[in-house]
């Protein structure tokens, strides 16, 4: 009976690989902070293409490895292009503007917020203060080139990413993969009307 197989990631756009060798070998950005202001910054994607990790300060209480920022790519919910984070809308200066078009925002999954536990807590929400935003990463390029690539390489990254889970889901209690249906062609031929199923030619016997 077929399986289904190893997994075979999806096939990578000219684009998104030359976008995720730039990531890798170190691309130079704006990064901009929980108040919108921008600082310059290196960002790296690791060579296993699980972490993206950024010189500096910034959504430290994230993760910090060895003196760096860090998301899991497994991480990013969502590619905004634009000016659309809150961050982004903050900063509200003319310059900032001028970069809307080489800006993009990743929401990150460690932002969402717990789950009520009960429904005083989902009324203290809807009475309280305004829900938290959610945890974005602020990224402005330096030119159209570069941004093209950042979104290639990120919407290829993370399509990999959801078509793994898709597959995994796939795997049995055991971590096994669940048969694939019998082929149709594996199947005898249907008889021909008003014959019986004794009256069925083999084909193969026939072409002897």
């Given amino acids: 009976m077929p399986f289904a197989g190893a997994y075979v990631p ?5 684009a998104a690989v030359e976008g995720i060798a730039m990531l890798k070998a170190g691309a130079p950005a704006q990064k901009s902070g929980r108040s919108g202001k921008p600082h310059a910054t290196t ?3 690791s060579d296993d293409e699980q972490k993206l990790s950024w010189d500096g300060a910034g959504l430290g209480k994230l993760n910090v490895l060895k003196g760096e920022r860090y998301v899991r790519v497994s991480s990013f ?27 993009l925002s990743l929401v990150l999954s460690q932002a969402l ?6 429904m ?21 390029c330096d030119d159209e080139e570069s941004f093209g690539l950042w979104v290639a390489a990120l919407r290829a990254l993370m399509a990999e990413v959801r078509d793994a889970q898709f597959r995994e889901a796939e795997l049995d209690a055991d971590g096994k993969p669940i048969p694939l249906p019998e082929s149709d062609s594996a199947l005898p031929p249907p008889p021909m009307p008003g014959a019986s199923s004794l009256d069925v030619v083999d084909p193969a016997a026939q072409a002897e």
């Avoid at 999806?10 to 000219?14: D, G």
């Avoid at 000016?83 to 900032?96: I, T």
Wanted: cysteine-free.
């Fill in 120 to 140: 005083s807590d989902v009324r203290s929400e809807v009475v309280g203060s305004a829900p938290s935003e959610r945890e974005t990463l602020d990224i402005t």
């Fill in 10 to 14: 999806p096939k990578r756009s000219a």
């Fill in 77 to 103: 919910l969502e590619l905004l292009v634009g000016h659309e984070s809150a961050v982004f809308q903050r900063s509200g200066s003319a310059a900032a503007a001028s970069n809307m078009h080489l800006s």
């Fill in 43 to 45: 960002f790296r994607l």
């Fill in 113 to 118: 917020p717990a789950r009520p536990s009960s």
